[in-house]
């Protein structure tokens, strides 16, 4: 199985994708946000490139909830921000949110071509893992895998990459690799006994602390606690039920 | 000492440059050849774009050579391809090379805001962080270091970045860095036993195993064995002699 690695939103040539299943990871924070969100209840989340296009999409969803963030913090007159524990049962149960972030939603939407855009983060790597084996296993259309690292304001992100690595140790040795794929892995391997010490040391790790966000560090640094497949299927981030065709 | 590494030529978000020191690393194989050239006797390498370039180049550079390479071969026509082993002194003793390369010759040409932009490989790495150590002792206009590593056509280049983190883990444990620059540190730590089996698995090593060109790779992962500052200066390659002053 092929597995290529790209750095960042932003990436200068990207690859072919229409065979291919991508993987996106914004550690801090978007996919960790998405993953906890339909965790606890939410119906649905919609990513949009800016402030104003979640405001014209909530005039045509009534009820669902606005979040995102802006140099890390909540936009002005937004509901929710950046952070997963903004996405408490209580606010978001059976509500769909509209979410726009500076770098994950923008690596979602660059994947567009690809038939299949999942949302990993440490929270849920091994039910990505699982879903990936099963999925290759069962529909022989897909030439391999997108790993699209959002990054940190187009430049490389090393929580996103360690993701990365820990995704691609899970595959095994077999897998076929690009450098950026065979660095992660290397970093990964090197770092698994210490993740969260890695994280913390990282421009954006660092940057989170000082604006008093290091519980979200902690929180989005803890591999393999939540059961959730979130996938991109008409514009809406939902669970994989592993009924869908993405080919059809 | 900030050092912020940028991933490969075509690089998103090149970072302000006016106060820092450039060192552009292209392993395989364009810095390894320049510094090669240099040492065997070369009087100057002239970096351009293009083929066109390079003939209109020579127009006003009599008894000069042609060298360079597309898809790793040499291009048809001129005197030198990209090998390091074609830049004998026989051949380029005494005389200017007008150089052409996918990767490295664009680098240079992307690092041009910068005062001094110097060529870094394995071959001469001992030799720059000798001159880095000494420029920062008594240069206080300089502000940083960017390493700007060439990569493959536009992407992450392993050889690239393990050679950066030679040149950043020289440096000590003082040093400021980026997350490429932290992730290079870690790559180089993890491989310095075995760099040249991990420049064999890269793409870019296995390209040019197949094409024939295993011996320059070797060659190009051998760490400090020439004496050589490649430096930028009015618009040629030369020695370093240490009596520029880039800042006035």
């Not at 339909?38 to 405001?55: D, F, K, R, Y």
């Not at 014209?56 to 936009?75: A, F, K, Q, V």
């Not at 076929?176 to 954006?204: C, F, P, T, W």
Request: with cysteine; charged share 20%; hydrophobic share 45%.
């Amino acid at each position: 199985m092929q597995i290529d690695v790209l750095p960042s939103a932003g990436s200068p040539r990207i690859p072919y994708l229409e065979d291919r299943l991508v993987i996106v990871i914004d550690v801090l924070r978007a996919t960790s946000t998405i993953v906890t969100a339909l965790a606890n209840g939410c119906q649905a989340i919609i990513p949009v490139l800016t402030s104003e296009e979640a405001l014209e999409t909530r005039l045509t969803l009534p009820g669902s909830l606005l979040g995102g963030e802006r140099d890390s913090l909540i936009i002005e007159g937004f509901d929710l921000g950046n952070s997963p524990f903004d996405y408490v049962p209580e606010k978001v149960g059976g509500r769909k949110v509209i979410l726009t972030t500076t770098n994950g939603t923008r690596a979602i939407r660059d994947s567009i071509a690809a038939p299949m855009i999942w949302m990993a983060s440490f929270l849920n790597m091994q039910s990505i893992v699982l879903a990936v084996l099963r999925e290759f296993e069962n529909n022989d259309r897909l030439q391999g895998i997108v790993v699209f690292c959002a990054g940190t304001e187009e430049r490389f992100d090393l929580p996103d990459i360690l993701c990365a690595g820990m995704f691609i140790d899970a595959l095994g040795p077999s897998v076929l690799l690009n450098d950026l794929g065979e660095a992660a892995r290397m970093l990964y391997q090197s770092s698994e006994d210490h993740l969260v010490e890695k994280i913390r040391k990282s421009v954006h790790g660092k940057k989170l602390i000082s604006l008093g966000f290091e519980q979200d560090l902690i929180y989005c640094s803890t591999p393999n606690v939540l059961p959730i497949v979130p996938v991109v299927h008409d514009g809406e981030i939902v669970w994989l039920t592993g009924e869908e065709n993405y080919f059809s």
